[in-house]
């Protein structure tokens, strides 16, 4: 038998999800992009209509609402992000229903050679018989955070026709930029004005998160001697190969993200551009304590001083900047907004999974500037690529846990 919830989260999640929404980490503006704003001015008509109060697109790009208390409870926040990664195509999205999966491997019509396999991906096995959302195989689906979007209105429109579940004051903020670091303004704790907060931005059912990764971005630029190459001999000095050498310098055995896992952190190089008279490389840093995030980058700046000291004719700098921290730092010294999470799933018969995250999320900027907010499960899988997958049923639950957490809350 169809839950009620059911049609309305596959339904939003198809509409949000056909919307192009992707962010752009080389854009100084805020959002980075301007076809974030077909999402967001969508939301703030959605919420409008619905009848949340305090509607507003800030000028910062984060849409704010009021589900006003019906009892005595704390102020909750609750987030989602309405961009999607930059890392793979996200123009064009066609999302598609497998209606009652029958547990075997699924195919793509826009790439054939394309497929999701139960086999090599174990908690699709998990869901024979659920409703399984794919895009067609040539883009991401976006339900990171489209999914996380669909559970949050769906529960607000639940709450706002429906006054006789107690709950107290709740803030809705739909954000853009979260997949490039930057979805946190910083009026928004403020604007905000919730005691504790959440962002439905996780994976798995059971996943309720409050340690992430700590994080660095590093800029590195090398200027080298550019000459004729026909007249080059002793006076050229090539960036390319200078930026190459770093690259080759850096452990690529132990601190790489595809040779970590667990609670290993990492320097990762996402970008190289230039030429051979100047070339700028990009790392993101990641550890889960802040030594090991600070000798990731006393590692990064002395392998760059020592291509340098090779090269002296060259110039390298090297600029890192911090990004955000393991919310787990503030959150451990007050779980109650954990807890609340937890019976909120237990209620429903789901068992807490709390693992660390191995990235970060607008709640790792938040609680670091004073609001604390963990991070709750969407079922959101695959992420940031072609095979991304997400269940109707793995969103109900999301959307079960929030409406039973906010009426938990109010009753103390």
């Not at 974030?36 to 001015?41: D, V």
């Not at 793509?108 to 018989?129: I, N």
């Not at 000459?227 to 002793?234: E, L, R, S, T, V």
Request: proline share 7%.
């Amino acid at each position: 038998m169809t839950h009620p919830f059911d049609p309305e989260l596959e339904a939003r999640l198809l509409r949000y999800a056909a919307i192009d929404s992707q962010s752009d980490a080389n854009s100084p503006s805020s959002p980075s992009t301007e076809i974030q704003f077909g999402m967001l001015h969508l939301l703030k008509k959605e919420l409008e209509e619905m009848g949340a109060a305090e509607v507003t697109l800030t000028d910062y790009g984060t849409v704010l609402a009021t589900i006003p208390g019906t009892a005595a409870g704390p102020t909750i926040g609750f987030l989602a992000h309405v961009d999607t990664a930059p890392q793979f195509n996200a123009a064009g999205v066609k999302p598609r229903v497998i209606k009652g999966y029958n547990g075997g491997a699924i195919t793509y019509p826009d790439a054939p050679d394309l497929v999701l396999s139960p086999e090599e991906f174990p908690y699709l096995a998990e869901k024979q018989g659920e409703d399984i959302i794919t895009a067609s195989g040539l883009t991401l689906l976006g339900a990171d955070d489209k999914a996380g979007v669909a559970i949050l209105m769906t529960a607000a429109r639940r709450l706002l026709s429906d006054p006789s579940i107690p709950h107290g004051p709740i803030r809705l903020a739909f954000t853009p930029d979260e997949e490039i670091g930057r979805g946190v303004a910083a009026a928004l704790p403020r604007d905000l004005a919730a005691d504790f907060a959440y962002t439905f931005d996780g994976g798995a059912v059971g996943e309720i998160e409050y340690e992430s990764f700590s994080a660095d971005i590093a800029h590195v630029t090398v200027t080298g001697v550019s000459i004729h190459p026909g007249w080059a001999k002793d006076k050229l000095v090539n960036a390319i190969h200078l930026a190459s050498k770093i690259v080759d310098t850096l452990p690529h055995v132990t601190l790489t993200p595809e040779t970590t896992a667990g609670r290993e952190g990492f320097i990762h190089a996402t970008d190289m551009t230039g030429g051979s008279s100047e070339m700028k490389l990009t790392f993101i840093l990641r550890d889960f304590e802040r030594d090991g995030l600070a000798a990731k980058g006393d590692l990064l700046r002395k392998v760059c001083e020592a291509v340098q000291a090779g090269e002296p004719r060259a110039r390298i700098t090297c600029e890192i900047t911090p990004q955000y921290r393991n919310m787990r730092y503030w959150l451990e010294t007050d779980m109650t907004p954990v807890e609340l999470a937890r019976n909120a799933a237990r209620t429903h018969g789901i068992e807490p999974i709390s693992v660390p995250i191995r990235g970060g999320t607008d709640g790792s900027r938040l609680t670091e500037m004073g609001v604390p907010t963990p991070n709750i499960f969407t079922g959101m899988q695959n992420i940031h690529g072609p095979l991304e997958w997400i269940s109707v049923q793995d969103m109900r639950r999301a959307t079960e846990v929030c409406l039973t957490l906010v009426e938990q809350a109010a009753r103390g």
